[in-house]
């Protein structure tokens, strides 16, 4: 399996759910962190049980408290981190869409 076909990756402990574009959902034996660390820089860490692909982010709901994904699945952010992704998000040139 390739990064690119990932929509998202979801921690659960020592163990991670990989989701990818194709509505699969891989259980691996990783933790969250480990995963994070081989993945390109596509890959925001949105939230301490989500790692998102940028690629596939579609809209941002809530004040960019949660993220909406091709997919369909809608990705909860950390208060810590919303600065942090809005502006890697802004970045990407990513349309703004508040609720």
């Known amino acids: 399996m390739t990064p690119d076909v990932i929509t998202f990756l979801e921690g659960e402990g020592n163990y991670t759910f990989i989701y990818t574009n194709t509505g699969k959902k891989y259980l691996v034996s990783k933790t969250l962190k480990s995963l994070a660390e081989q993945l390109n820089g596509k890959f925001l860490r949105v939230h301490k049980s989500y790692l998102v692909n940028s690629d ?19 990705v909860v952010v950390s208060r810590r981190k919303i600065k942090e992704v809005s502006g890697l998000l802004d970045h990407s040139n990513l349309l703004r869409i508040s609720a």
């Open 56 to 74: 596939y982010v579609v809209e941002r709901l809530e004040d960019d408290r949660m993220l909406k994904l091709s997919c369909g699945k809608e």
